[in-house]
C-alpha cells in the first residue's frame, strides 16, 4: 500500500474513522465547520483500500525555542481501522510525513502520543510533563494585598492583553506554541472564564483560564509574569472560597506556585505529556545557541536517525559553528546519540549526564562533560492539544 495525501472526498471518510477510532461523535451540526477546518488548515494522508482504513493529520505550527520561531509540524488524529492494524501502516505514514516535513522546511515535529513507546520508535521523545494539583476550599488562603487589581473580562476583547502575557511567559520555556489569533479563540479561550492581572500602571502582567461547576474550580492556565501577579491571581481564586470545595490547577512543574502553597502537601498528578522530533538536525543546530563560552574545545556529535537517514552525519561543533561530515564507524572521540536523546536533550527535558547515566548516549566522560557544559539549562512546557 501506498501513502497518499488525500483530497477532499476523503474528508468525511476521515471525520469517521477518527470517530470510531476515538469513540466520539462529531455532532451533525458541527461536521461542515470541521470540514472547513480541515480543508484549510490540515494536510491528511492516508492508505486507501477500495475504502480510508488508515490516516493521519499534520498540521502547520511555530513554537519558541530560546529566542526563536521554529517551523513544526504537529501529528494529529492517527488511526487506522482494528482490521487493518498490525500490517505496518502507521509506520508507512510517519516515515512518509518526515519527509515531507523536511521538504516543508519544518525543523521539528510533535505529537500527544497514545504510546510513548510506540512513537520512540520513530524518533519522537518526551518534550515535557504537565502537573494537575488538586487541592481544597481549606487550601485557599489569601496572600498580602497587591497594588495592582483583578479584572474578569470578555475573552475577545481582551486578546492583545492575554496574547501579551502569554507571549513573554512562553519565551521563558522551550517549545511552547506560538499562538495566533484564530488558535486563542477556537481552541485556548473557547468557553472558559478568564481574569486577567492589572499592575497599579494597569499593565497586563498574568491571566487564568477557568471554569467552575459542581462546586469545582479548574484552572486551565495559571500564567504570571511576576510575584505580584501570582499574589493578585491567588487572592482572586481565594475569594471563590464560599463557592468550591475543590480546586483543580494545571501547571508545569517548576510553577513557584506550588511551593509557596500555605501548605504545600496537596495531591499531584505528574505525566509526561507531548513528545517532540528533531526533523532537519543541521538547520535545528545552526540555530540553536549553545553555551559556547563554556565549552570552546571541539565536539563531535555523531547522530542516529534510522527513520530520517538524511540526519545521519556526524556534527562539529566548535568555534561557534557546526560543520558536518558523513558518519565514519572509525570516528574517535565523539558522542553518540539518537536523534530521541538529541531532541529531549536540546529542548531540555533531560540533560546530558541523565542521558548518559542511562546508556542513551555513548561517548566517554570527557566528551559527556564537554555536552554538558554546552547545552543551555532550560526548562521545556507544553500546555496546548491538538
Known amino acids: 500500500m501506498n501513502v497518499i495525501e488525500l483530497d477532499e472526498k476523503f474528508y468525511k471518510e476521515a471525520i469517521k474513522l477518527s470517530e470510531y477510532a476515538f469513540q466520539y461523535k462529531v455532532p451533525e451540526e458541527k461536521i461542515s465547520e470541521r470540514l472547513e477546518t480541515m480543508k484549510s488548515y490540515h494536510k491528511l494522508f492516508g492508505i486507501v483500500d477500495q475504502e480510508l482504513v488508515a490516516k493521519l493529520h499534520l498540521l502547520p505550527f511555530e513554537i519558541y525555542l530560546q529566542d526563536n520561531k521554529l ?24 516515515t512518509h510525513v518526515l519527509t515531507i516535513m523536511k521538504e516543508d522546511n519544518c ?49 475577545e476583547d481582551a486578546f492583545h492583553d492575554i496574547s501579551e502575557i502569554y507571549e513573554q511567559y512562553a519565551l521563558r520555556f522551550s517549545g511552547m506554541l506560538v499562538r495566533t489569533k484564530d488558535w486563542w479563540l477556537k481552541n485556548v479561550i473557547d468557553d472558559s472564564n478568564l481574569a486577567i492581572y492589572y499592575n497599579h500602571e494597569n499593565q497586563p502582567n498574568g491571566y487564568i483560564l477557568y471554569s467552575i461547576k459542581d462546586k469545582k474550580m479548574n484552572i486551565e492556565e495559571f500564567v504570571a509574569l511576576n510575584g505580584e501577579a501570582r499574589n493578585g491571581l491567588w487572592n482572586f481564586i481565594c475569594q471563590h472560597d464560599s ?56 565536539l563531535r556529535l555523531k547522530v542516529a ?15 561557534q559553528k557546526v560543520a558536518i561530515t558523513e558518519n565514519n564507524s572509525n570516528d574517535h572521540n565523539c558522542v553518540s546519540v539518537s536523534i530521541n536523546a538529541l531532541s529531549t536533550m536540546l529542548f531540555g527535558y533531560k540533560r546530558p549526564m541523565e542521558l548518559y547515566d542511562i546508556g542513551h548516549i555513548i561517548g566517554t566522560v570527557e566528551e559527556i562533560q564537554k555536552l554538558e557544559r554546552l547545552v543551555p539549562q532550560q526548562q521545556s512546557f507544553f500546555n496546548d492539544f491538538f
Not at 502520543?113 to 494537575?132: A, T
Not at 536517525?305 to 568555534?319: G, Q, R, V
Open 107 to 155: 525543523t521539528v515535529s510533535m505529537l500527544h502520543p497514545f504510546s510513548i513507546s510506540f512513537y520512540r520508535k520513530y524518533g519522537w521523545e518526551i518534550l515535557s510533563n504537565r502537573i494537575k494539583c488538586t487541592l481544597t476550599s481549606s487550601d485557599l488562603i489569601m496572600r498580602q494585598d497587591v497594588p495592582g487589581n483583578v479584572k474578569r473580562k470578555c475573552t
Open 243 to 298: 463557592m468550591i470545595n475543590e480546586l483543580v490547577i494545571t501547571t508545569n512543574e517548576q510553577d513557584p506556585l506550588l511551593y509557596s502553597l500555605h501548605n504545600p502537601a496537596i495531591k499531584i498528578e505528574r505525566s509526561p505529556y507531548f513528545m517532540v522530533r528533531i526533523i532537519d538536525v543541521e538547520k535545528f543546530l545552526k540555530q540553536y545557541t549553545f553555551n559556547w563560552t563554556a565549552g570552546p574545545q571541539e
Open 71 to 94: 517551523k513544526m509540524g504537529g501529528i494529529a488524529g492517527v488511526a487506522t481501522y482494528p482490521e487493518f492494524r498490525r500490517k505496518g501502516y502507521v509506520k508507512e505514514m510517519l
Open 305 to 319: 536517525d534510522p527513520y530520517a537517514t538524511w540526519n545521519e552525519k556526524t556534527f562539529i561543533l566548535k568555534d
